[in-house]
């Protein structure tokens, strides 16, 4: 009785493959295609996407992920920012909406209607007749604020410094919380540029959002140890700048810097076991005391 000829191993996922050799999980056989690189020999393709099942993502000293590294949340800002000037300037009846308006000797640009849209404005009276701002209902102006710029100067100032800083603390922080650090900076100053502006004064800018990022920078690098000693002097000339230039708002660069400096201490120092519970439960409470401060501003603008 004649013996059967051997069998020719095949490839697990492609029969119709000759393969020799073993995935060293599973012991399967597998091709030339099918074979990812081990620390030690081959892998099989289910059990690498096993094996990343098992391993926990990389996060940051905050909780953040890893893909904030890349810098993904700062440049889609800065594309928002371009888009809603590119926007403004379309929308220009006047002719200054880049340059020719009244900030650093005409080099800020002038308002457009979709700067008198979404700047704040506590109340005051259109040339139409009509009255509108924060204190009529228009609530959306204490967000929509920190998209809106006067001119190219202003908005690539500050995308220059929204750029540096906001690369850094993304890496450090993560971009769900680098983004909510962003956003409740930028909205705290527009509050504060809400309580302690002239009712009728219109008032806009990245620039809340980013002094918040400077106090959060100091802050973050602190909590790891690092040196801020080259940190430290840009913020004080731009506070210099804040309080001797005209037409700057100061509440508002002022109410950003504290705003993002309490949410920076929330994101670095929540205890570990509960990390993440306490950093969306201390950026909530700023958030609703903010509004709430808000409310007792339109209080008094309409008694």
Not at 105 to 121: C, D, N, R, Y
Not at 215 to 220: D, F, V
């Amino acid at each position: 009785m004649s013996e059967s000829p051997p069998t020719t191993p095949v490839c697990y996922r492609h029969p119709g493959r000759e393969a020799y050799i073993r995935c060293n999980r599973c012991d399967r056989v597998i091709c030339p295609d099918c074979m990812r690189e081990a620390s030690v020999g081959f892998q099989c393709p289910d059990c690498v996407t096993e094996g990343r099942r098992s391993v926990r993502p990389a996060r940051t000293a905050f909780g953040g992920g890893a893909a904030g590294r890349h810098g993904y949340v700062t440049k889609a800002l800065i594309a928002i920012n371009v888009l809603v000037m590119l926007l403004s300037v379309a929308s220009d009846r006047d002719g200054d909406a880049i340059v020719g308006g009244s900030g650093f000797g005409g080099l800020l640009g002038g308002g457009t209607p979709l700067t008198e849209w979404g700047a704040v404005l506590g109340v005051a009276l259109f040339p139409d007749g009509t009255v509108g701002g924060i204190a009529e209902g228009e609530w959306y102006r204490l967000v929509t604020a920190m998209f809106l710029h006067y001119g190219v100067l202003h908005l690539l100032l500050n995308m220059y410094a929204l750029w540096i800083l906001g690369r850094s603390l993304e890496a450090n922080l993560g971009r769900a919380r680098f983004l909510a650090l962003y956003l409740i900076s930028g909205f705290g100053g527009n509050v504060a540029a809400y309580l302690f502006s002239a009712p009728n004064a219109l008032t806009a800018g990245a620039s809340t959002a980013v002094f918040g990022l400077f106090a959060a920078l100091i802050i973050i690098e602190r909590r790891m140890g690092r040196d801020i000693s080259q940190i430290l002097p840009i913020l004080v000339i731009n506070l210099i700048f804040t309080v001797t230039v005209p037409g700057i708002s100061i509440p508002g660069h002022l109410g950003g810097l504290a705003v993002g400096g309490l949410m920076a201490l929330v994101l670095a120092y929540a205890p570990r076991s509960r990390r993440t519970l306490v950093q969306v439960a201390g950026g909530s409470v700023l958030v609703l005391a903010l509004l709430v401060l808000a409310l007792i501003r339109t209080a008094y603008l309409l008694t």
